[in-house]
């Protein structure tokens, strides 16, 4: 081998190779009549990772995770997945494209058992497979032992894990998570951010919405913050944990 053919061979080996964006938003404009919700963001998510999308009450967090998934309509921008402009396409076919939605207040079917609502969320494939209830059941022990029970019967965190659960029977390659703690007891939360951990560590990418900007940052790769509107900061975790703007703004510190 030529000293220049084994320096192309090299290079070729260890060269790190980048991961690949699963979603990204370019410019994304979307509004609620006359209400500006999104003003121009950009985000992109990489494959594998766990990005926290942080805000205030009113900043346009789950406005963003609805357009990703079909439920708005942008006014301007684009919703790509893998590389495929996604926007405009109804939610049902985003389903299908591999986006699990664990919507804000859980939104589980009250009058249906916990099996029923695990049915509704494996509507893209011809019939549910035994194998991604298994996962379900294993991930969320609490759900197989109350599998007969009405959803509507279930506690708070019951629920959150039945519609983490419900989204997980898409077999999404991404999952869309919006307030998973939102008025949960603290020992409930710390659970629900391990199993986040878990189905990350499965092979599943998170996009996580919290008002638990701590606990989201904790367990996050990277992290947006979102100002009514526009992103005004992206930063890796660890460094959004240690930024004083943060720690006033979002995790309740005073300034000294
Ligand atoms: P929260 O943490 O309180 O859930 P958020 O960051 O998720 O807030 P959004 O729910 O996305 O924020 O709302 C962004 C803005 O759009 C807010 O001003 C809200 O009042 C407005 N908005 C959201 N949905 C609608 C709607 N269906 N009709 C009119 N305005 C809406």
Known sequence: MTAAA??????????????????????????????????????????GEVVALLGA?????????RTISGLHRPAAGAVRFCGERIDGI????????????????????ADMTVLENLHMGAYRFKRLRQEDLERVFALF???????TQQAGTLSGGEQQMLAMGRALMGRPELLLL???????APLIVAQIFEIIKE????????????QNAAQALRIADRGYVLETGRITMHAPAHELLDDPRIRTAYLGETTP
């Open 199 to 210: 189905i990350n560590a499965q092979g599943t990418t998170v996009l996580l919405v919290e």
């Open 90 to 109: 109804p939610s049902h076919s985003v389903v299908g494209l591999g986006i699990g939605h664990s919507p804000e207040g859980r939104r589980v079917f």
């Open 6 to 47: 084994h320096l192309a061979h090299r290079t070729a080996v260890t060269a790190p190779v980048p991961t690949p964006t699963i979603l990204e938003l370019a410019d994304l404009h979307v509004s609620h009549g006359a209400i500006s919700a999104l003003r121009g963001i950009d985000m992109a998510v990489r494959e």
């Open 178 to 184: 919006d307030e998973p703690s939102m008025g949960l």
């Open 141 to 147: 022990p609490r759900l197989a032992e109350r599998r």
């Open 57 to 65: 009450n009113g900043a346009g967090k789950t406005t963003t995770l």
